[in-house]
């Protein structure tokens, strides 16, 4: 399945769009509450809704270029290096001075399975303007954009761009808001969760919520 799914994907073209943060995940036996605790193990991931998915195609054999906000940060120059030796597009990742890399800290509890997400974001790197940027993004260049919906000064623009010159767009929404629902509303395809599906929908169950989005977009 594997092999087929790469003979596929191989020439397709994909502007992903979204988050890149840098996972620093602690196991330990419990979370302690006020008490001090010897971790077991402590990993660092370059990951991000977005950059995992990117990460991902680019394994596939998919031709992926990416488009987020880095710090100039150590975190950000490792996210690029990470990028580049997967063999993707970093040309469209907007380097941001003096800004940091958004970051997160997972806490797992192996005993009870218990996981707490500590996530930091910098205000410097989304006051950053990255009209002119996006500008120089040509589309016609793409078969698909794909975005986790996060960062939509950047997803938005870019998805009715897409809807203009008829790129499918796939849109992995997590976290609805204003602007997310639109880029819901424009996508082609749609990755969500229970609840953001049961928002979208105002339906109580996932299985009430499901029909009336289908219908919605006439598939």
């Known amino acids: 399945a594997d092999a087929r799914w790469a003979q596929q994907a191989r020439g397709l073209r994909v502007l992903g769009v979204g988050n890149c943060i840098i996972d620093t995940v602690l196991t330990m036996d419990r979370v302690p509450v006020d008490d001090k605790v010897w971790i077991k193990s402590k ?56 800004a940091q890399t958004m970051s997160a800290c997972v806490t797992v509890g192996v005993s009870d399975m218990s996981r707490s997400c500590f996530m930091h974001k910098d205000a410097a790197l989304f006051s950053h303007n990255a009209t002119r940027r996006l500008s120089d993004i040509d589309l016609e260049a793409y078969d698909l954009v794909y975005t986790d919906g996060y960062q939509p000064d950047l997803a938005l623009p870019l998805a009715r761009a897409a809807v203009r010159m008829g790129v499918p767009i796939v849109a992995d929404i997590e976290e609805l808001g204003e602007e997310t629902r639109e880029i819901f509303e424009l996508a082609s395809d749609v990755v969500a969760p229970a609840k953001t599906l049961q928002s979208m929908s105002g339906r109580p169950s996932l299985a009430a919520a499901v029909l009336p989005l289908v219908c919605a977009s006439g598939a």
Not at 44 to 54: I, M, P, R
Not at 67 to 72: E, F, I, K, N
Request: glycine share 14%; hydrophobic share 40%; net charge negative.
């Open 43 to 98: 990993v660092q991931y370059v990951g991000g809704q977005a950059s995992n998915a990117a990460v991902g195609m680019a394994r596939l054999g998919v031709d992926v270029s990416f488009v987020t906000r880095l710090g100039d940060d150590k975190d950000g120059a490792w996210a690029l290096e990470r990028y580049r030796s997967e063999g993707m597009d970093t040309s469209h990742c907007i380097v941001v001075p003096g």
